[in-house]
T-cell receptor, first 112, second 115 residues
Framework: GENVEQHPSTLSVQEGDSAVIKCTYS??????FPWYKQELGKGPQLIID?????GEKKDQRIAVTLNKTAKHFSLHITETQPEDSAVYFC???????????FGQGTELSVKP | EAGVAQSPRYKIIEKRQSVAFWCNPI?????LYWYQQILGQGPKLLIQ????????DSQLPKDRFSAERLKGVDSTLKIQPAKLEDSAVYLC?????????????FGPGTRLTVL
């Protein structure tokens, strides 16, 4: 069945450094790849998404890249700040009513 | 714009008891989702509604879980009887349509502990 693998499970960086989280997906029909941030006690919140017709998308300090051939997509956070500390989830779906399949999550810790 | 509302926020029950969760989606959102998030894992879809009809309930353990969205707005998720492995956060989300590539807006979740 559909599967999304996410790595690493935990990531600790110093404030100001960059953080990279990587995901792979199994369903070749997937064409929508959102990233969610979940803070303690809250529901996931969309931070950026990318569709299969583009290879990269950037929004201020956050960027996402997609390699459809390899079925890989990654989240890049530059100039990390303590408030970036949270659990990040990647997900994949298709626009034909396919459900979102989430990765296992990455707990990011940004140390001041 | 008000977000997705869920209640209760926390619930502790003993195994074999029953429990119900309530969700009020964002006004005008036709699609409503219930997810189960076990500690340390990503959310897993339990059931998806489009208005008051079920789109996908393939991952719902139907022998003990049920859900309804009678008027196409609010929804309830029920577990009867609960098992220890049902301990998790139950997340409700909504979106404008079920196309699969629309942003899903999540509520804060209900944390269920089964003793």
């Amino acid at each position: 069945g559909e599967n999304v693998e996410q790595h690493p499970s935990t990531l600790s960086v110093q404030e100001g450094d960059s953080a990279v989280i990587k995901c792979t997906y199994s369903d070749s029909a997937s064409n929508y790849f959102p990233w969610y941030k979940q803070e303690l006690g809250k529901g996931p919140q969309l931070i950026i998404d990318i569709r299969s017709n583009v290879g990269e998308k950037k929004d201020q300090r956050i960027a996402v890249t997609l390699n459809k051939t390899a079925k890989h997509f990654s989240l890049h956070i530059t100039e990390t700040q303590p408030e970036d500390s949270a659990v990040y989830f990647c997900a994949a779906s298709n626009n034909q009513g396919g459900k979102l399949i989430f990765g296992q999550g990455t707990e990011l810790s940004v140390k001041p | 714009e008000a977000g997705v509302a869920q209640s209760p926020r926390y619930k502790i029950i003993e195994k074999r008891q029953s429990v119900a969760f309530w969700c009020n989606p964002i006004s005008g959102h036709a699609t409503l989702y219930w997810y189960q998030q076990i500690l340390g894992q990503g959310p897993k879809l339990l059931i998806q509604f489009q208005n008051n009809g079920v789109v996908d309930d393939s991952q719902l353990p139907k022998d003990r879980f049920s859900a309804e969205r009678l008027k196409g707005v609010d929804s309830t998720l029920k577990i009867q009887p609960a098992k220890l492995e049902d301990s998790a956060v139950y997340l409700c989300a909504s979106s404008t349509s079920d196309s699969g590539d629309n942003e899903q807006f999540f509520g804060p979740g209900t944390r269920l502990t089964v003793l």
